[in-house]
């Protein structure tokens, strides 16, 4: 991926936005945003510690507090939630007690069951991958809807949309 900082934020090493590190490099919690040129949009990342293994580049997870000293935000398995939950996707394998940047929105690569482009997807409790929101076709946002699929797969990867700022009602089942 080509990254560029917006508002000239030139603290952070871009290439770390895609790298995990047993090490603490920047204040967990902070929001960057970056044009991404190779998608041609804005992306934003969260830095954050992992809680468990990501070998799977897309995978979901919800991003919380956590319990203080160097793991003040951090990730979780997707937990069913009426509403408000944060989820977030590793751009590269990640290990477990790793720091890393987490991607909340714009144009990314997320690890999906069957799901055709346009379809809105979502992400339901312990799932390790965004399903169709509904039923395939779905193009209809509702509470769950973490985004929209630009592409199509049969269990594999898509690349996906998300709005800056969405939080989702996670639900157990699909439909529930």
Not at 22 to 27: A, G, I, Q, S
Not at 68 to 83: C, K, L, N
Not at 124 to 152: E, M, N, P, R
């Amino acid at each position: 991926m080509a990254y560029k900082a917006i508002n000239n934020i030139q603290a952070v090493d871009l290439d770390s936005l895609n790298a995990g590190s047993t090490t603490k490099e920047y204040p967990l919690g902070t929001i960057l945003p970056v044009n991404d040129t190779s998608k041609g949009g804005e992306s934003q990342f969260i830095y954050v510690k992992a809680h468990a293994a990501f070998a799977t580049v897309g995978t979901p997870f919800e991003i919380q507090a956590g319990s203080g000293g160097d793991a003040e935000v951090v990730t979780a398995a997707v937990a069913e939630i009426v509403s408000g939950a944060k989820i977030g996707f590793n751009t590269t394998a990640i290990a477990s007690g790793e720091y890393f940047w987490a991607q909340i929105a714009g144009v990314l690569t997320a690890a999906a069951g069957t799901v055709a482009a346009g379809d809105h997807v979502e992400v339901l409790a312990a799932g390790t991958t965004v399903v169709v929101d509904g039923t395939t076709g779905s193009t209809v946002q509702s509470t769950k809807s973490i985004g929209i699929a630009k592409t199509a797969t049969s269990s594999g990867s898509i690349d996906l949309v998300i709005i800056p700022g969405r939080t989702v009602q996670v639900a157990a089942a699909p439909g529930a």
